[in-house]
Nanobody
Framework: QVQLEESGGGSVQAGGSLRLSCTAS??????????MAWFRQAPGKEREGVAF???????YYADSVKDRFTISRDNPKNSVFLQMHNLSPEDTAMYYC???????????????????WGQGTQVTVSP
């Protein structure tokens, strides 16, 4: 079990940048054993996994954000980050941090859903 809290969302103009942070607490296993991910969901659209980082550092990006977003983690700070550049209105969504002791690679392979989620942080990109 782990509690997740996101921060860093806000409103920016197209072409701008934001850095999202997610900090874990109240975890029952070492943070370094969790695989982490960022998902987003816009109104009326399906939830989309945008960036994933496993406990061994394996990274995967959705095609929609590849070359624009960077996911990283800082295990001593119990944190994962999403650096977003060249944002467009299509990136407007609620962004959620997710965690699981299973690898995100396995979760994607088997069509599963991460076990732990944050409350989300809103990202709004204006034209």
């Amino acid at each position: 079990q782990v509690q997740l809290e996101e921060s860093g969302g806000g409103s920016v103009q197209a072409g701008g940048s934001l850095r999202l942070s997610c900090t874990a607490s109240k975890y029952t296993h070492a943070y370094s054993t969790y695989s982490m991910a960022w998902f987003r969901q816009a109104p009326g659209k399906e939830r989309e996994g945008v960036a994933f980082i496993d406990d061994d550092g394996t990274i995967y990006y959705a095609d929609s954000v590849k070359d624009r977003f960077t996911i990283s983690r800082d295990n001593p700070k119990n944190s994962v980050f999403l650096q977003m550049h060249n944002l467009s209105p299509e990136d407007t969504a609620m962004y959620y941090c997710a965690a699981d002791r299973r690898t995100m690679t396995a979760i994607r392979l088997h069509g599963l859903v991460p076990g732990y989620w944050g409350q989300g942080t809103q990202v709004t990109v204006s034209p």
